[in-house]
């Protein structure tokens, strides 16, 4: 799985190695993935920038067979300007980067290598790919395309493909130094529940979909995001 060393993608691989399944995780910093991968004895650790093809190609090296692909790395990650055209190429490329090429590539590598039947994608979306999100959310609502296209193609495999798409997920690296009690406050309002999300609520639906009896579900976007956005 992608992007195991911190937030959501840690909460992911610690309830797959706490449920005895071997888990890789990947990102880019080794030192973020070696504390995960040193508290379990079934959790490997390879560093890598998803983006990279020849990265991905070292990835799939290492992994003869692969139940779940998660591809759970990714982010808003551009913060520089946005005065030129050529600025706004940036941005663009970056979030196309960062959320859609690492699970593209990824995918794809993996993609001979998983069990058939009962193979399981997962992408991780948000859920600005719904409300509108700038072109973060842009690059996330294309994963939902891709992700429909897949399932379609593997289904007759019987390998699944879903989308889980977060609202506000809090205890993550996701928003920097953009983070303070008001603005968690202000995130919180948004949500029927009264809370902020924690990776455990995003674990919990990405373990769902891969478990064996989730096998009737495919080509589905499911929200998890305590009613920030209703039914879509
Ligand atoms: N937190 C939220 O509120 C929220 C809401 C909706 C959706 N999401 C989505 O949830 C996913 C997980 O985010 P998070 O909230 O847990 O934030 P996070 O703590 O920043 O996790 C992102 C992870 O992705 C890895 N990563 C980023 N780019 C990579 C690359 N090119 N190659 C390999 N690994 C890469 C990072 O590791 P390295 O930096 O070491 O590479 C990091 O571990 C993201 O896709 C994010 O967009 C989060």
Redo the contacts with the bound molecule.
Sequence with gaps: M????????RAIAVAFARAGEDVTI????AD?LAKVAAEFDTVTAVA????VPADVERVAATLDSVDVVVN??????YDGPLSTLEDQAAQWRAEL???VL?AALLTTALMPKLTRPGGRIVF?????AVKGGGVYGAA?AALHGWAYALATRLGPDGITVNVV?????AD????GERMSPEFHESRVRQTLVGRG?V?DDIAAAVTYLAAPDAGYITGQVIHVNGGSALGR
């Excluded at 759970?72 to 990650?77: D, L, M, Q």
């Excluded at 991780?124 to 600005?128: C, E, I, R, T």
């Excluded at 798409?165 to 997920?169: F, K, Q, S």
């Design positions: 992608s992007g195991g060393g911190t937030g959501i993608g990947v990102g880019r910093r973020v890598a920038d998803l983006s759970n790395a990714g982010g808003a990650v980067d960062a959320n690492t991780m979306s948000s859920v600005a996330k798409a977060p609202g506000y997920v993550t690296e996701f928003f999300g990776p």
